[in-house]
């Protein structure tokens, strides 16, 4: 009885450090590893990191610090999504340039 409750806790344990390695990245954890160009640690987050950028309402905040991740990680696609999306929901200008010059060199 007292082998199968350790067996029992050592599962529940495995799955607990399941979870907190499946979960998303902060944005504060990703600005974090940017800075330090820790990008093989972005590049595991990737999946969640997409997930934020192509949510419904996206943070400006967000956006604007994908951008800098695209340019580390050569993604001129995901650089266009978030120019598209600073310009169109938060009128960035700046942006609004920024998307078309992304798209001229991918026609």
């Known amino acids: ?8 806790y050592i599962l529940i344990i495995f799955f607990l450090f ?39 309402n996206p943070s400006q905040e967000w956006l604007f610090w994908t951008v800098e991740y695209s340019k580390q990680i ?10 598209y999306n600073l310009a169109t929901k938060y009128n960035s200008l700046e942006s609004a340039v920024q998307c078309l010059l992304l798209a001229e060199n991918r026609i």
């Open 18 to 56: 399941g979870i907190a390695c499946a979960s998303a990245i902060s944005l504060e954890d990703a600005k974090f590893c940017l800075e330090r160009e820790l990008i093989d640690v972005l590049i595991k987050h990737h999946e969640s990191i997409l997930d934020s950028v192509f949510s419904e």
């Open 74 to 83: 050569k993604d001129a696609e995901l650089a266009a999504h978030c120019h």
């Open 1 to 8: 009885m007292r082998n199968f409750r350790i067996k029992y």
